[in-house]
């Protein structure tokens, strides 16, 4: 099991170096270097400069030394200097890292506490009311275009309901209100956000948490312990869900890196400042520090979630070894 | 197509010959395949949505000349104006098409200009430009002067007049432009982009399962290492990257983003980097079980080469998932193709295409909020559409669940 480990870490970093550079090579094809963005800013720049500050940040050289210089300063936890934000990157990341996971957290959080009931239950009564309707939400929810529903939900609760506010993280001002008031109005930005990734993932929750518990009502224990006159609730949470619990852990295992990739459009959508947010922005701002650094731990994360996803499947199955 | 079925049609037969109930009809391969398509409701219903939007797809430009307006055809005096109004055409639309007039009638102009003078409408001894800003600035309010008048000419021009007052079903957007109009070239940029982003990933991947489910060995490892990484990468933030930097730079892309959709085939270029890996991984594990079957051994044994065992006897019995994968890849790159447009790295306008109205309808959510429904609701159809298309399909094609 050890080696095992350890193996899946050195593979998953020998992929994150690989997608470092490849990443680093196409990011050299954005339109226009540091310096060209420069030199258009700058009427009274001559070429002679633009030469002299392609010399000093080392842009004249080949892209494999442009990496190694970039890598090296990575490494040594210089990550650079926004280019929009004008401030280190470093200062950037940590709050947006934390907005994110908050948003992306909670989805997950309330798309798991409504949706694996609902499989659940749905599963024990096959094609009843509850599981049609159950259904019916699982399969809106896979369908409709986080972009879109994300929009649906401004345009209900913040255009013609105005309960909450359309976009945004914090009000102008929220420094100054006390403790209580000020996180009531994080809340207040945070539910439509949230509402909208977890309704786009409560779908696979509830389709998934349906078929395992129906899987697993099939086995003949089940036939068995009812036959030996078991209570109804032993026999369906004891025998039955804790058996069905092995696949609906692994889907959300695997839906952890979603944490991390998966809010981009609806946090851009919402102007919610998380690290999706600040890797499009970056991107749309020619902002290459920034954009490099937040699309790397965006990489990395999910890379490392899919490795304990992994890992988890042999703690909780023990049927599944990988020495 | 044809022929896969044909091979399909004679096996099942063939093994339950001596069974034959006499009173069933015989039936072939693709009749069994559509009466069982036929059976899964929303399938067909999917399937409808497909054909109508494809229609409209097609048929966009017969739909522009029928409703008598152009799509790019700006008006910004009405802009958001609601649905189902009647509009009149801006002071450049008039005068242009009055131009237009002036010039297509060019040998009655002289005596239609003496007779408008002798009306009194316009001065004695006026021009075509005297004509053509009297009636662009007049606009309908002169079809009551023109009325008496009996000639042919007038006639002509007080229904080329009556063209100044456009009907917009749904209404305009942001710069005056009808909005069905705009959907339904959006329609047509959509199911385009998605059709060829589909196929053009189901041939990449047929080429790389092939080779490495028929080679095997490092072959397929290093092949199915590549795709296995893809597979698992998160596909949004990579097309952003891909979508947003120059990759005319590169080789070879060059020559496929180029000309007047240079934003239609970057987009088609991105999403089918991203989208290949799964018809891989497919064709690969279909050509594992079909490799160690016996025609292909006796190919072999006859002397056939490799490319021509895997184009001739092999690929026809990975068709019919592949179709399946390919249907379900179209809504998947419509979606995808949408949320590039709609961050603004996709189609640029002023080309239509779903994602890029909705952006701009972002910006005006307050005041025009139907902006915002009507496209969102057609991708969301759309791409319901085609996933219920690619569920009825696979369950039709599937040989296990063929029901008699």
Request: a negative charge; glycine letters at 8%.
């Amino acid at each position: 099991m050890t080696t095992y480990i350890l193996r899946r870490f050195l593979q998953t970093g020998v992929v994150v170096i690989i997608l470092s550079f490849v990443t680093f090579a196409v990011m050299a094809l954005m339109p226009g270097d540091p310096v060209d963005l420069r030199a258009s800013a700058d009427p009274h720049i001559t070429p002679e400069d633009i030469e002299r500050l392609r010399e000093l940040y080392g842009l004249d050289k080949p892209l494999i030394i442009r990496y190694k210089n970039w890598a090296m300063e990575v490494l040594q936890g210089e990550l650079g200097f926004s280019r929009t934000y004008r401030i280190p990157v470093t200062d950037l990341i940590g709050d947006r890292l934390v907005n994110s996971v908050i948003l992306s957290g909670s989805a997950l959080f309330v798309a798991l506490l409504i949706g694996i009931p609902l499989g659940v239950f749905s599963g024990l009564k096959p094609n009843s009311k509850l599981d049609y309707s159950a259904n019916m939400i699982a399969f809106a929810g896979i369908s409709t275009p986080s972009f879109f529903l994300a929009l649906l939900l401004i345009l209900l609760f913040a255009v013609q309901l105005s309960w909450f506010p359309a976009s945004g993280t914090l009000s102008p001002g929220n420094s100054e209100l006390s403790f209580f008031d000020g996180l009531l109005d994080r809340l207040n930005h945070l539910v439509l956000p949230m509402l909208s990734l977890t309704a786009l993932q409560m779908g696979v929750y509830v389709r998934y948490s349906r078929s395992s518990m129906m899987e697993a009502m099939r086995n003949d224990f089940i036939r068995t312990a009812k036959a030996k006159g078991m209570d109804r609730k032993t026999v369906i949470w004891v025998h039955g869900f804790r058996n069905a619990l092995i696949p609906i852990v692994t889907i959300v295992a695997l839906s952890l890196s979603f944490l991390f990739s998966g809010s981009l459009i609806t946090e851009t959508v919402f102007g919610y400042q998380g690290i999706g947010k600040l890797l499009y922005d970056s991107i749309i701002g020619n902002d290459f520090n920034v954009a490099m650094v937040s699309f790397m731990i965006t990489i990395i994360m999910v890379l490392l979630m899919n490795l304990l996803a992994d890992l988890l499947y042999a703690v909780i199955d023990p049927r599944i070894s990988y020495s | 197509m044809t022929d896969s079925t044909q091979q399909a049609a004679q096996e099942p037969e063939g093994k339950g010959g001596e069974g034959f109930d006499e009173t069933v009809e015989a039936k072939s391969m693709l009749q069994i395949v559509i009466s069982q398509f036929r059976d899964h409701r929303l399938a067909v219903v999917g399937f409808v949505f497909i054909c109508f939007f494809l229609f409209v797809g097609i048929f966009a430009d017969l739909i522009s000349l029928a409703i008598n307006i152009d799509p790019d055809e700006q008006n910004l005096t009405e802009r958001y104006a609601p649905m189902g109004s009647t509009l009149e055409r801006s002071y450049d639309q008039r005068e242009y098409e009055l131009e237009q007039f002036a010039k297509r009638n060019a040998d009655a102009m002289p005596a239609l200009l003496a007779e408008l003078s002798g009306a009194g409408i316009l001065n004695a001894g006026a021009d075509n430009e005297a004509f053509i800003s009297h009636f662009a600035g007049r606009s309908v309010a002169a079809l009551p002067e023109l009325r008496p008048l009996t000639s042919e000419a007038a006639g002509d021009l007080s229904s080329a007049i009556e063209e100044f007052m456009t009907f917009h079903l749904l209404g305009t957007d942001e710069a005056g432009r009808d909005v069905l109009l705009r959907l339904v070239y959006g329609t047509r940029i959509s199911i385009f982009v998605g059709i060829i982003v589909a196929l053009a990933a189901a041939i990449i991947g047929l080429f790389i399962g092939s080779l490495a489910g028929y080679y095997g060995g490092i072959m397929d490892a290093m092949l199915m290492r590549v795709t296995d990484s893809l597979i698992a990468l998160p596909r949004l933030p990579f097309m952003i990257v891909f979508a947003a930097v120059d990759l005319k730079q590169l080789p070879l892309l060059d020559l496929i983003i180029s000309g007047e959709n240079e934003s239609i085939w970057k987009v088609f270029v991105v999403l089918v980097i991203f989208s290949w890996m799964t018809v891989a991984r497919l064709v690969r594990g279909s050509i594992l079980s079909i490799r160690e079957r016996e025609f292909v051994l006796a190919a072999r044994t006859l002397g056939a080469r490799d490319i021509w065992i895997i184009f001739r006897h092999i690929t026809p019995n990975v068709i019919a998932p592949l179709l399946v994968a390919v249907t379900l890849g179209v809504g998947e790159s419509i979606l995808s193709e949408a949320a590039l447009s709609f961050l603004s790295l996709g189609i640029q306008p002023p080309t239509p295409s779903w994602g890029n109205m909705l952006l701009n309808a972002k910006e005006m959510i307050y005041e025009a909020p139907h902006l915002i429904l009507l496209p969102g609701v057609l991708i969301l159809i759309t791409v319901m559409s085609f996933n219920f298309f690619g569920d009825g399909l696979q369950d039709a094609i599937d040989p296990k669940a063929i029901r008699r």
